[in-house]
């Protein structure tokens, strides 16, 4: 096919990807998207974010009915599992919203390119699909925004069926009977808890001793301990040196991470969840003379361009936190300034979230950060158990935590464990944007009775002494 001409290529149809193309669109730029998935959302949408929330939600709906309603009065009986159903709505609500960004696509006027691209040089793009001839795409820019991989583990080959990824762990037809979770960051613990719920003995096996490093370690602890009641068991401070598939599950060797015995523990299914890497293999890097650092991601000034005019990139494929709505806030600024517009993405305002159930919400800096930054702080505390609403919703574990500077006030960081803790930190996001205090935050009304008043709570705790404690 001949030469396509565009303001604008996108490499790659995840939440960077599509959410870049479509404001560019917006902006007046002809855009096409390059995406080797005949569906576009990428990892996120597919294989990633949106299926497993969408089966966390239902093991949760399920755990409820089979253990947590008879404390409200409601009697079930026995609770029956329908797997099969719950896959179906799984891929069901997959389908619905990829559907929803074709439909912004064509609204938009974006042309989605199906195939695996590759810079022949920096105006020039080369798409070879699955069947078919190659095309070549011309550009006055081009965006790299095909995100991450699961990262390997030596001595450990995913098959998909045995020894899993996430992506397997969304598939599996049947309940295992014991699942080894290598990991215990927010994919591991989160695909454990979806297991865990429909009745599988699940083990997270992790090589430090605490679970999601980089989190307040006061939230792993009460993450560790809450789980652990929940039924999840725990290996902190364990190698695991090999995994071999057998005919009736697979076998796990493990040893201590700073060196001892060695032992062998066996699973039906083994999920393989210790992070990510940028995936940026044959994506012409070198042909057009991109560099990478020295964790093999592309390196992009202050605009996202990388060290050739004209080739941008964003999303897992740069430093920043490896999350979809980084990505796309990556994304709406790098065409943004590509436009002509003042636009920024500040990363220590970006939110982190663990689904499982009490959820984990994360914002800004750590204690730990900051005592190695030499920053003093005041810290305001409220729990769960003392908030109205969650007493009412029969949902108390977990607290806010709030550290605001010493001097100033300014609101440094937001750690949320329980009820609904994803929803709650927005709050705290929005005031930190803004430069807000901890005082901001004490003095806004909030209703009564919410999980949010926990929120003014913690942060009348900061420099007082709250009402309800």
Request: glycine fraction near 12%; proline fraction near 3%.
């Amino acid at each position: 096919m001949s030469d396509s001409k565009f303001d604008l290529v996108v490499i790659g149809g995840g939440p960077g990807g599509y959410v870049a193309a479509i404001r560019a669109a917006q902006l007046g730029m002809s855009v096409a998207c390059v995406e080797s998935r005949a569906k576009l959302g990428g990892t996120c949408l597919n294989v990633g974010c949106i299926p497993s929330k969408a089966l966390l939600q239902s093991s949760e709906i399920y755990a409820e009915a089979a253990h947590g309603l008879g404390v409200h009065g409601v009697k079930t009986g026995k609770v029956a599992l329908d797997l099969k159903a719950m896959m179906a709505r799984k891929d069901n609500v997959v389908d619905d919203l990829t559907k929803g960004i074709a439909f912004l696509f064509k609204k938009n006027k974006i042309e989605h390119v199906e195939g695996y691209g590759t810079l022949l040089d920096a105006n020039t793009v080369e798409v070879k699909p699955a069947k078919g001839k190659k095309r070549t795409l011309k550009a006055a820019r081009i965006l790299i925004a095909t995100g991450s991989e699961v990262t390997p583990l030596p001595g450990v080959e995913i098959d998909e069926k045995k020894i899993v990824s996430s992506t397997g762990a969304l598939e599996l037809n049947s309940v295992p009977k014991k699942m080894i979770v290598i990991g215990g960051g927010y994919i591991g613990l989160e695909m454990g808890s979806v297991w865990q719920r429909l009745g599988t003995e699940v083990t997270v096996v992790e090589f430090l001793d605490r679970l999601v490093p980089g989190m307040d370690a006061e939230l792993a602890k009460t993450l560790l301990r809450t789980l652990t009641k929940q039924g999840i068991k725990f290996k902190l401070g364990t190698k695991v040196t090999g995994a071999k598939a057998t005919k009736t599950g697979v076998a796990l060797t493990f040893e201590p991470s700073k060196g001892g015995k060695a032992e062998k523990i066996a699973a039906d299914v083994v999920l393989v969840s210790i992070g990510r890497r940028p995936f940026t293999e044959k994506l012409g890097l070198d042909k057009a003379g991109v560099t990478l650092d020295g964790q093999g991601r592309i390196t992009v000034d202050e605009v996202f361009q990388t060290n050739v005019a004209g080739v941008y990139a964003i999303g897992d494929v740069i430093n920043g936190p490896m999350l979809a709505h980084k990505a796309s806030e990556d994304g709406v600024v790098c065409v943004e300034r590509m436009a002509g517009h003042v636009a920024n993405v500040d990363y220590d305002k970006v939110p982190g979230v663990v689904y499982t159930w009490p959820e984990v919400s994360t914002v800004g800096k750590s204690e730990e950060q900051l005592k190695e930054a030499g920053v003093a702080y005041n810290v305001g505390k409220f729990p769960f158990s003392a908030v109205s609403r969650a007493r009412v919703n029969a949902n108390t574990d977990g607290f806010i935590k709030i550290l605001a500077h010493k001097e100033t006030d300014r609101v440094l960081g937001v750690h949320i464990i329980g009820p609904d803790a994803g929803t709650l930190i927005h709050e705290a996001v929005l005031c930190m944007e803004f430069g807000g205090s901890s005082e901001d935050i004490a003095a806004t009304v909030h209703a009564h009775p919410t999980l949010a008043e926990g929120v003014k709570e913690a942060a009348v705790a900061v420099t007082g002494k709250p009402i309800h404690m």
